[in-house]
């Protein structure tokens, strides 16, 4: 018997919430573990769902980006409220190389384009990027946006600076990457109303690169 592949559902899940116009049908919470053993969980937007991997886009240094150069183990969580859908996955995270995030950055909404400039505008400035001999004390080489005190006039004037160029030739800012996050377990639970308990299905991924499928108590 052939095992479903749940990346598919997952894909699938997705399509359908954002079919019914659910409000933001693409976001997880995905979670990283520093190497001090910290976890750190914060919302993303997938723009890849596929049946190998989840994609998205962030920009370096995060704490996400920090995290899994460290430990690439992660976790992340889809949920449709109105669907009664809640999809866990566990694997693997790593950036994807410069070419592929070149290719992706003029596809990206123009908010998002700019708001990547005011990341790398700020983390230059502070010397987290950029080509400085010698970083200011207050920014050591474990420095992410995070730790970066800012303004929101700080990140208009950004904006306005990068906005005010022509979108055509607005070029990625360096510290703009892209994630790959490629699950060996997936938890797929549904659901089915209220007189039924909701059930959960578990995936696990075989050696093999095949998926042996569970029920367990949702
Ligand atoms: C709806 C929503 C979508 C977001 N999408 C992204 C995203 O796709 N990539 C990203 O890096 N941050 C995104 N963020 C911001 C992150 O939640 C987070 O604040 C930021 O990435 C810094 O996280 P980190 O320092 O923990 O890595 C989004 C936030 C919200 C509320």
């Not at 306005?160 to 797929?188: C, E, K, N, Y």
């Not at 059930?199 to 690169?209: I, M, N, P, S």
Request: hydrophobic share 40%; aromatic share 6%; no cysteine.
């Amino acid at each position: 018997m052939t095992i479903e592949n749940p990346l598919d559902t997952l894909a699938a899940w997705a399509d359908e919430a954002e079919s019914a116009g659910l409000a933001s049908p693409r976001t997880l919470t995905f979670a990283t573990v520093g190497a001090d053993g910290a976890p750190h969980a914060r919302i993303v937007l997938s723009t890849v769902i596929d049946s190998q991997h989840v994609r998205f886009h962030s920009s370096r240094p995060t704490a996400k980006t920090r995290d899994i150069a460290e430990n690439p183990r992660a976790s992340a969580v889809f949920y449709w409220p109105d669907l009664s859908r809640q999809v866990i996955l566990h694997g693997t995270a790593t950036e994807l190389d410069e070419a592929t995030s070149r290719v992706a950055y003029p596809t990206r909404p123009r908010q998002l384009q700019l708001v990547a400039w005011a990341y790398d505008d700020v983390l230059t400035e502070v010397g987290v990027l950029g080509a400085q001999a010698t970083p200011p004390e207050e920014t050591t080489s474990r420095t992410v946006a995070s730790d970066v005190p800012t303004s929101t006039e700080r990140i208009a004037a950004s904006v306005a600076h990068h906005g005010a160029q022509d979108p055509a030739t607005l070029p990625m800012p360096g510290s703009w990457t892209t994630i790959a996050f490629v699950p060996d377990r997936v938890d797929l639970w549904q659901g089915v109303g209220p007189e039924v308990a909701a059930h959960k299905a578990r995936y696990d991924k075989g050696a093999d690169g095949t998926w042996q499928r569970s029920e367990i108590l949702p």
